[in-house]
């Protein structure tokens, strides 16, 4: 009868610690909450969304980062190529028509990213001014 009731205790014992082990993995450790959060893309704008062949298009990347780590911006294209670094960039088009996506890679150099595309359009050249970028 003795060791019955040592098996029920031992088995409400190692309840009780499975229950509190899932409790605290569960909440998390407040050192992990205050963890480097990923850097925030709030807007990617271009000043001109059609462009001639060979064309320009300046493009502006808005992001910060919640723990005020100083940001990078990598820039990459389907086509056409990139003037100038940062933020704030010129995409040259292709002499191509078509869509081409501008992605860009925000980096805080502590692991933490975010991406965000555009999609821009090289289109012919009207009879009439007034349409496009360059």
């Avoid at 709030?42 to 910060?64: D, F, K």
């Avoid at 940062?86 to 925000?106: A, F, K, L, R, T």
Wanted: charged share 15%; hydrophobic share 35%.
């Amino acid at each position: 009868m003795k060791s019955g009731i040592c098996r029920a205790g031992l088995g409400v014992v190692l309840v009780i610690l499975a229950v509190l082990a899932m409790l605290s993995s569960a909440c998390g450790s407040s050192l992990e909450s205050e963890g480097n959060q990923s850097p925030i893309i709030s807007g990617l704008e271009a000043n001109y969304m059609y462009v001639y062949p060979l064309g320009a298009s300046e493009i502006r990347c808005i992001a910060s980062d919640p723990d005020g780590d100083q940001v990078s911006f990598k820039w990459s294209t389907t086509g056409g190529s990139f003037d100038g670094v940062g933020p704030v960039v010129v995409w040259e088009s292709p002499n191509s028509y078509g869509d081409y996506h501008i992605m860009v890679i925000v980096k805080d150099g502590k692991g933490g990213s975010a991406q965000a595309t555009l999609t821009l359009s090289v289109v012919t050249r009207p009879s009439w001014k007034g349409c496009c970028g360059r």
